[in-house]
Structures are given as C-alpha cells and as structure tokens.
C-alpha cells in the first residue's frame, strides 16, 4: 500500500503539538526539509525552542539525536572522530564522532573556526565522512540542524557562501506572540519539562526506513513545465536584481523545486501549485543572496527583496 505522506505529516502535527507551542509554522518547515532530504539553519536568539524542536522530530522518527555545542576550540576530530591505536590488538580503529547520528543539532556553528565548520561540510553534501583518506558512510536519514544567535557577533565566524549553500532552509525562529508565551507557563506550571520529554508520551510517527519511503513517495509528484519555467524565472531575477551582489545559485532553483514538491505532498496533492513554489521563497533564498549596500541603507531584507522579485513575475496558471 501506498504511503500516505499527508496522513504522516498530519499524525506528526498532532504529535508535536504536545510539546511543541507556538513554533508550528517553523517545525513545519523542519519537517519539509527532513523529507526533502535537507539541512536546516536556524536563526533566532535562545530561549526560543530551537532545541526542543530538533529533539521532538528525532523521537517522532525514531532516529538518533545528537547535540554539538560548537566553540572556537572545536577541533574537526571532534566532530567526525579519529583513528585510535589499541594496544591490546595492535591495530587502528574508528572512534566515530557525534557526527555519526541521524538528526545533528550544531548549536551556535558560527562559533566554530572555518576548519571545524568545514569538517560538515562533506557529511551536508555527500552524507558520508572522510577519516584518514578512509570514507565511512552515515547513517540515514541524515540532517544537519543548525543553530546562530543573530544579535551577538563578538567571537564569531560566519559561515562561507559555500557552506551557506549547502543548507535546504535557512529558517528564522521568532518570539512567540503573548497569549501563546501564556501557554508556554501554563504547561510549565503544571509540570511540563522540556528537559524530560519522556513524560510527555511521545509516540514515534515513523521509522528511519519510512523516512526512504516518504521520499520516495514524493519523487511522484507532477511537475508542470510552467513550474519549471516559474522556478527558473525566480533565479533569474535574483541574479538581475539591482538590489542584490550575489542571486540565487543553481542550487537554489533545485532546492526550491524539492520543497515544493514535498510541500504538495504534505497537502495531499499529487502536483505543484504556484503558491506552494511562492511559499518556499523565502527559507530558500535568504541565505544564499547577497544585499547590495546601498539596499541595506535603504532597509531591505532579502526577504523583502525576494518579494519584489515575485511581485513583478508573471504567475503561471
């Protein structure tokens, strides 16, 4: 039997919700990437749920979770691991790293010297690592979950366009609104605890072979040449753009396509829609365009920037 992607999605939601407020929109696109086959950044101050969204959509899956605080001493051994010698036996072998896991929450990565962040960028891009001229494969699923604070700079080391590139969403995580910080400490006050999410009974939705199906499932959906060509015209613009030094790549329009494609899955639909391609904008191209100065001055966002540029596209029907 066929899965169903729309029904998973929707038992996941209904998962989440348990401990999941005011994030939804945000969790909903982490969801997009995982059956996408993407990495996320997330940008937001702490205190902001970014943790406990990364460990609630490993226990829905199933998978393996795990965290790396990235700071300036952070050696790339201390991600993918080394060789060590056994006296004993007389012979290498593979101390894996915290790398080898299927969701990886890397909190704070532009901490990291560009050595270190490099040393993902293989495992983003190939889902494999590379020890001593040795490569070993990582498990699967595997998704990188990114975190970085956007106000405090001193002691950081921003991340390449290269390594930028290499992440499907780039997703901003905000205050929740007052009444839904009230039911933050309404469940805190009768004893949830984001610490100890055993005893919020979370059931698994799927496992990490079912995450392949879904994927797979996706493959199916009908693309029509005008969504092609929708696509293509965004990036075009992008890179036309008198606002911006730098539009999208080439990878921008694939990534784009895949998350659309999963976004019309989770609908239930078996084809793209504009709106789903108009949806995705944003978490796709905002870390992979480039502002001109005097844009800045002006006040854009490249969100803001990338709504000028679907604004003046003509919408297939």
Same mark, same amino acid.
């Given at each position: ?139 699967? $699923?595997?998704? #990188?979950? &990114?975190?970085?604070? %956007? +106000? ?7 991340? *390449? /366009? @290269? ?110 829609? $504009?709106?789903? #391609?108009? &949806?995705?904008?944003? %978490? +796709? ?7 001109? *100065? /005097? @844009? ?22």
């Amino acid at each position: 039997m066929p899965i169903n992607v729309q029904d998973i999605y929707a038992r996941i939601k209904s998962e989440s919700a348990k401990v999941i407020v005011g994030q939804e929109a945000v969790f909903e696109q982490i969801v997009i990437a995982l059956f996408t086959g993407g990495h996320v950044l997330l940008e937001g101050v702490p205190g902001t749920a970014k943790t406990l969204m990364a460990k609630t959509l490993a226990r829905l899956v199933a998978a393996p979770f795990t965290r790396i605080q990235f700071t300036p001493d952070l050696m790339p051994s201390d991600i993918v691991g080394t060789s060590v010698f056994d006296v004993g036996t007389g012979k290498f072998y593979l101390k894996r790293g915290p790398i080898f896991t299927s969701i990886l929450l890397g909190d704070e990565i532009n901490r990291a010297p560009a050595k270190t962040q490099s040393a993902l960028l293989e495992a983003m891009e190939e889902r494999q690592v590379s020890i001593e001229g040795e490569s070993h494969p990582l498990p699967e $699923p595997f998704m #990188v979950l &990114a975190t970085q604070n %956007p +106000v405090e700079y001193e002691g950081t080391y921003p991340l *390449p /366009e @290269a390594q930028l590139d290499r992440f499907l969403f780039k997703v901003l995580v905000s205050y929740a609104p007052p009444e839904v910080e009230q039911e933050v400490l309404r469940r805190y006050h009768r004893g949830f605890d984001a610490r100890h999410l055993d005893a919020a009974h979370l059931v698994a939705v799927l496992t990490p072979a079912q995450v392949s199906e879904v994927r797979a499932a996706i493959r199916s959906v009908t693309v029509e040449n005008g969504i092609l060509a929708y696509i293509t015209a965004i990036a075009d613009a992008s890179r036309a753009s008198r606002d911006l030094i730098l539009g999208g790549s080439p990878r921008a329009s694939i990534s784009l396509l895949l998350a659309a494609k999963t976004f019309a899955a989770m609908q239930g639909r078996a084809y793209i829609t $504009p709106d789903d #391609v108009k &949806a995705l904008v944003a %978490p +796709v191209y905002r870390h992979r365009i480039i502002l001109k *100065p /005097e @844009a800045e001055i002006e006040g854009l966002t490249p969100d803001a920037v990338m709504g000028r540029i679907l604004s003046r596209l003509e919408v297939p029907r």
